[in-house]
């Protein structure tokens, strides 16, 4: 049973930093970020394709580019979310997902294995 571990999460000032760590049992093609706030639906933040090599394997959200980043150590199964210049709107619920198979990278419904969550909150 692959099992995703999310660390990394806090409270952070608005205009700061935070970096999310996501750890995998195995290696997995796909691995996403996801976020979800009180009352909202869950939203693709960013993610990668572990299957490429070139500068073209992240993907991101348009809410975010510019300011998070995403990365990846395939030695460690781990992926990254650098997060700068936080906003209050990015306080949410900050999910990890993976999943072997070729997917659209934002739909939710579509990756099979997910993290607990870890909180990120924000404040002005």
């Known amino acids: 049973q692959v099992q995703l571990v999310e660390s990394g999460g806090g409270s952070v000032q608005a205009g700061g930093s935070v970096r999310l760590s996501c750890s995998a049992s195995?290696?997995?093609?796909?691995m996403g970020w996801f976020r979800q706030a009180p009352g909202k639906e869950r939203e693709g933040v960013a993610a990668?394709?572990?299957?490429?090599?070139?500068?073209?394997?992240?993907y991101y959200a348009d809410f975010v580019k510019g300011r998070f980043t995403v990365s990846r150590d395939n030695a460690k199964n781990t992926m990254y979310l650098q997060m700068d210049s936080l906003k209050p709107e990015d306080t949410a619920l900050y999910y990890c997902?993976?999943?072997?198979?070729?997917?659209?990278?934002?739909?939710?419904?579509?990756?099979?294995?997910w993290g607990q969550g870890t909180q990120v909150t924000v404040s002005s």
């Open positions: 195995e290696f997995l093609r796909w």
């Open positions: 990668i394709d572990n299957f490429r090599t070139d500068a073209h394997n992240t």
């Open positions: 997902a993976a999943d072997r198979n070729e997917l659209s990278w934002a739909q939710a419904a579509q990756y099979k294995y």
